[in-house]
């Protein structure tokens, strides 16, 4: 049933679309080079740190995949959603060490190529693109959900308007845009997620919606749920993979002021661990609703239009606009950086002026979202089952990144099998046995190969070639011998 009728469905995006080109230009007026663009001067403060962290990671998937997952697994969907908190958390350690090994880092892509030479760099630069571009389809094909599920709208026709948006203050105003966009939105989420939770309880009951669930769907309720505990420990390995390989992440702590990062992950963590919970929540009622969803990720939405009505579907449309924004903005910006700094400066003009950069950064972040567009025109699965897909990827990527960052002995070869048979083993497991354990065989797999090759190593980094960012590195990690075993 259409919730919003088409003419506000489309004065709200048109709203919002003026609103944040509008400020993104506004705030780009200042980038004048690659640095600007990039990475915000370098002098982004813990306040508007923790909320930009924050509102990346509530993301389509925070608002929309965790309602369909704990329509699907119940209570341990909701729960092992809100354990992607812990890839926040313990990035918060991790980030501080990143700004102090690399002060003038760009990219993810940078420290692997330093720290493991060039073949390991070439593997995760294909993780990473891989990742990058399920997340950004996954973002864009809920753009087209949000409208469709909540207006009547064409599928097409939201997920096109959405991604014109970001892309378009994106490429105005750069990271120093997506970073003061995600403070608004971060506040419209949090208002608008406990305004729908506040009116569930009052409305529905935890009684009412424990007993319509016991009758109706009784499997939710069991804690002994096998595929759902499976999803539980399979979503705390992707949650972690996705932020500790992600230049989304990387390129924050490299933005941040000297001594933020920790502090901003940590808060960003611990604020964010409530929300899929709340989200997830909801979905709970749709028995006790009589709503029955014609596609498990529109249950979040048609629930909480059910709720509050047409001014709830109004709030709900709203919530996801800026959940969907605060994120794909996010990846623009980040995706870009890792094509610019990496692809074209890396391997195809090294000596490239930062004023070119900045215009090459922006073609860049065009051509994603043009890229994004073509392949979310067909539908072609569910969120929860696309956005998995990606965990065998971005799984085989903790141990190394780990190892790499704190350990000297971890080599390049070593940390190149790690991620190469950690992705093929989760993609076997991914089609073979479903979709919640392919980050779990992936994160195993290459934690198994980590093992053996510090095992086997008698080899030492030099912390300095991150410091000095060092760019001649045709030996894998750039490793001297040693004679610690």
């Not at 709030?315 to 910006?333: G, K, M, N, T």
């Not at 930062?354 to 979310?376: D, M, N, P, Y």
């Not at 190892?403 to 083993?425: D, E, I, K, P, V």
Request: proline share 4%; net charge neutral; glycine share 10%.
């Amino acid at each position: 049933m259409t919730q919003i009728d088409t003419p506000v469905a489309l004065g709200i995006l048109a709203l919002f679309g003026i609103l944040w080109v509008s400020f993104g230009w506004w705030l780009g007026r200042s980038n004048r080079t690659a640095d600007d663009f990039m990475l915000a001067g370098r002098n982004v403060g813990l306040a508007m740190a923790s909320a930009t962290a924050m509102a990346t990671w509530i993301t389509s998937n925070t608002t929309l995949v965790a309602p369909q997952l704990t329509y699907q697994f119940g209570i341990w969907g909701m729960i092992g959603y809100s354990m992607a908190a812990l890839g926040l958390i313990l990035f918060a350690p991790m980030a501080q060490r990143i700004k102090q090994l690399m002060p003038q880092g760009y990219t993810c892509g940078d420290f692997i190529r330093i720290r493991f030479g060039r073949p390991a760099w070439y593997v995760f630069l294909v993780v990473s693109f891989f990742y990058a571009i399920g997340w950004l389809v996954s973002l864009g094909m809920a753009g087209g959900i949000l409208l469709q599920a909540l207006s009547g709208l064409n599928y097409i026709v939201g997920m096109t308007t959405i991604l014109a948006v970001c892309v378009a203050y994106t490429l105005f105003g750069g990271l120093r845009a997506v970073i003061a966009t995600d403070f608004i939105q971060t506040l419209i989420i949090l208002v608008g997620v406990l305004v729908i939770a506040f009116v569930c309880l009052r409305d529905v009951g935890l009684d009412t919606i424990y007993q319509s669930v016991s009758v109706q769907q009784p499997q939710l309720l069991n804690l002994l749920f096998p595929a759902a505990i499976m999803f539980l420990f399979n979503n705390i390995f992707f949650g972690i993979g996705e932020i500790f390989h992600s230049n989304v992440w990387w390129s924050r702590a490299f933005a941040f002021r000297a001594g933020i990062g920790k502090r901003a992950y940590l808060i960003a963590g611990l604020l964010w661990l409530p929300i899929p919970i709340v989200t997830g929540f909801i979905a709970l009622a749709a028995p006790a609703l009589g709503v029955f969803p014609p596609s498990p990720d529109m249950v979040g939405p048609l629930v909480a239009a059910q709720l509050l009505g047409d001014i709830g579907a109004v709030v709900v449309f709203i919530v996801v606009f800026a959940a969907l924004a605060s994120s794909l903005d996010s990846l623009l910006a980040a995706s870009s950086d890792l094509l610019t700094e990496d692809i074209y400066k890396g391997l195809i003009n090294p000596g490239v002026s930062k004023q070119k950069l900045l215009i090459i950064s922006r073609r860049t972040v065009l051509l994603l979202g043009v890229a994004t567009w073509l392949l979310c025109l067909p539908r072609m699965t569910t969120l929860g089952a696309l956005l998995n897909f990606t965990g065998a990827f971005v799984a085989s990527t903790i141990w190394p990144i780990t190892f790499g960052l704190f350990h000297t002995r971890l080599n390049g070869t070593t940390a190149a099998l790690a991620m190469a048979l950690g992705t093929l083993c989760g993609l076997l497991a991914y089609f073979q046995i479903g979709f919640y354990v392919a980050a779990l065989f992936s994160c195993l797999t290459s934690f198994l190969v980590c093992g053996i090759g510090l095992w086997r190593s008698d080899a030492r980094f030099e912390w300095r070639l991150l410091t000095d960012m060092e760019r001649d590195n045709t030996q894998p990690g750039h490793l001297e011998p040693s004679n610690e075993h």
